[in-house]
């Protein structure tokens, strides 16, 4: 097993040997979801070009799309600049979330923009749903 490249010593992966993975499309710019890597599925991810991420529920090892066919070939990998959270720029084929939406931000969440009115549930400024 080839060891990582010498930026991986970087990363600051958490108790669990975990470090979460944004994965962004590289022509688009959408973020298409937030997924967890240890250092055997980066390793796989920086060996074979295909987003493999930490199932967490499963506790396993997972490549993007080896069921559904919705694969993720990365193209570049980046670190933030703190060192714990990885970017996958990908290219993505068919719906990156398993609900068969295109993102796992596309999920029928509240838009909230800085030059927008908020929405009026959340007068109380904590994001709660009023109680009548």
């Not at 973020?31 to 980066?42: I, K, R, S, T, Y």
């Not at 991420?53 to 570049?76: D, L, N, P």
């Not at 980046?78 to 993505?92: A, E, F, I, S």
């Amino acid at each position: 097993m080839p060891p990582l490249p010498t930026w991986t010593a970087r990363i600051h992966f958490n108790d669990d040997g975990l470090v979460p993975v944004v994965a962004q499309d590289v022509v688009s710019g959408e973020v298409l979801m937030l997924a967890w890597a240890n250092g055997e599925a980066l390793r796989l991810t920086l060996e074979t070009g295909r987003a493999t991420y930490w199932s967490r529920s499963r506790r396993e090892i997972w490549v993007k799309g080896a069921t559904s066919g919705h694969t993720q070939e990365v193209v570049r990998v980046m670190l933030d600049c703190d060192g714990d959270t990885l970017l996958y720029q990908v290219r993505q084929t068919g719906p990156a979330c398993h609900t068969g939406a295109r993102t796992c931000f596309d999920a029928g969440g509240i838009l909230l923009r800085a030059d927008a009115e908020p929405a009026p549930w959340l007068d109380n400024k904590r994001g709660e749903e009023p109680t009548a």
